[in-house]
C-alpha cells in the first residue's frame, strides 16, 4: 500500500514544537486572589487545595507570590467585613477591594483586576438589588434597573483606589454601558472593562461559592445568568456588551463552553477570556487525590485547550501552578 500523506512525519521530538498552532504563555493567565475582611490570618480555602482567603495585610504578600511564577495579572474578589441589604461595602471607599488594590497597587508591579458585583456583599447573596416578592416569588429576584447605579457606583470606587481594570460579573442588562457611563464621568476613561459577557448559571461555580461566601441565601441565579443550554443567546448576550463598550469579552466557565469561547472568538474582533472556574479546578485536584489523573499533565491540558478553542486570556486557580512550566 502507497500512502502518501503521514501525519506522524510531524510529530517527532524535534519537528513538534515547529508545527505546534498552540503556546500557553504566563502573559495568558490571570490568577484569583481572595481578600477576606473578616480573617486575620490565611485560610485555606477546602474545595480548592492551595488557594486561600488572605487578610488585607497579606493582600501584597499573596500577589507577590503568584508574581513570582511569572504570572502578572491578578482578579481580586473580597470578602467584607459585614453584609446588609443592598450590599453597601461594595462600593465603601474602605471596603476590602479597595483597601487591598490601594496596597497591590502601591507596592508591587501587578496588573490588578477587580470583580464588580454584589453577591459576596448582599446578606442574601444575590448579584443585585432584590425584589419585594423575591423571597415568596422565586421568579423574580434581582432588580435589574436599579442594580445598575450600585455597579457603576463599584467600578467608580475601585478605580479610584487604583484598579488597573474591572470586571463586572453579575449579568446585569446593561451594566457594561452603566459602567462605562460612571468611569468616563469620573475620569476613568483609560480604565478597560473586561465583561463577564456569557456567563452560565452553572453548578460549575459551588466551590467558589464556599471560597467567596456568596450563595444566595434563597433561590438561584438562573433569572440573571444564562441557560447552559443556549449558545445563540449567548451572541446575543456578548453582542450587546460590545456595543456597550466592553474592551474584553468573557466566557465563563470554560471547558464546558469551549464551543461559547470559539464562536466568540470568530464573531467579534476583541479579545476574549476564558474562566476556568473553581468546580473545573476542584474537580481534577479530587480525581488526581485519588490517583485517578495526572494533576499537571490535565491542569496544562485543559489550558492549551480552552486557548486552541479561542481564548487569548484565561483566568484560572491553576495559573501559578502551571506558569513555572510554561
Ligand atoms: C460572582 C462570581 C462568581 C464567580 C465569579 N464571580 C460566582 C457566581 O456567579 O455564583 C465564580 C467563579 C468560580 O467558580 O471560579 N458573581
Redesign the pocket.
Same mark, same amino acid.
Given at each position: 500500500m502507497e500512502l502518501r500523506d503521514r501525519p506522524r512525519r510531524l510529530r517527532s521530538d524535534g519537528v513538534r514544537p515547529l508545527v505546534s498552532e498552540t503556546r500557553l504563555a504566563p502573559t495568558d493567565l490571570i490568577a484569583?486572589v481572595f481578600v477576606d475582611a473578616t480573617a486575620d490570618e490565611r485560610v485555606p480555602i477546602d474545595s480548592m487545595p492551595g488557594h486561600e482567603r488572605v487578610p488585607i495585610d497579606e493582600a501584597v504578600a499573596r500577589v507577590e507570590e503568584v508574581r513570582e511564577t511569572g504570572v502578572e495579572a491578578v482578579m481580586l474578589?473580597g470578602i467584607p467585613r459585614s453584609k446588609d441589604e443592598r450590599g453597601s461595602r461594595a462600593w465603601a471607599e474602605d471596603g476590602v477591594v479597595q483597601e487591598a488594590t490601594r496596597r497591590i497597587v502601591a507596592e508591587t508591579d501587578a496588573y490588578v483586576i477587580t470583580?464588580v458585583?454584589l /453577591?459576596?456583599y448582599t446578606d442574601h447573596g444575590h /448579584?443585585g438589588l432584590l425584589e419585594e416578592s423575591a423571597e415568596s416569588d422565586p421568579r423574580l429576584t434581582v432588580r435589574n434597573d436599579e442594580t445598575l447605579e450600585l455597579l457603576s457606583e463599584i467600578a467608580v470606587s475601585h478605580a479610584e483606589a487604583g484598579a488597573h481594570m474591572v470586571a463586572p460579573?453579575?449579568m446585569t442588562d446593561g451594566m457594561v454601558g452603566a459602567i462605562r457611563e460612571g468611569l468616563d464621568g469620573a475620569g476613568f476613561e483609560s480604565v478597560p472593562i473586561m465583561s *463577564?459577557a456569557a456567563?452560565f448559571e452553572s453548578a460549575? *461555580?459551588?466551590?467558589?461559592?464556599d471560597a467567596?461566601d456568596?450563595a444566595p441565601a434563597f433561590g438561584d441565579?438562573r433569572h440573571y445568568?444564562m441557560d447552559p443550554a443556549n449558545a445563540r443567546e449567548a451572541m446575543r448576550e456578548v453582542r450587546l456588551d460590545v456595543e456597550q463598550g466592553a474592551d474584553v469579552l468573557m466566557v465563563?466557565?470554560a471547558l464546558p463552553y469551549l464551543d461559547v469561547v470559539r464562536d466568540v472568538r470568530r464573531e467579534f474582533d476583541r479579545p476574549v477570556a476564558a *474562566?476556568n472556574?473553581?468546580?473545573e *479546578?476542584a474537580m481534577l485536584h479530587a480525581a488526581a487525590e485519588r490517583g485517578w489523573l495526572d494533576l499537571e499533565e490535565t491542569a496544562l491540558e485543559s489550558l492549551l485547550c480552552v486557548k486552541r478553542a479561542g481564548a487569548d486570556l484565561i483566568l484560572t486557580?491553576f495559573a501559578e501552578d502551571v506558569a513555572p512550566r510554561l
Open positions: 484569583p474578589f470583580d458585583c /453577591c459576596e /448579584c460579573s453579575s *463577564y456567563k460549575f *461555580y459551588g466551590p467558589f461559592r467567596a456568596g441565579r445568568q465563563k466557565p *474562566y472556574v473553581s468546580g *479546578y486557580y
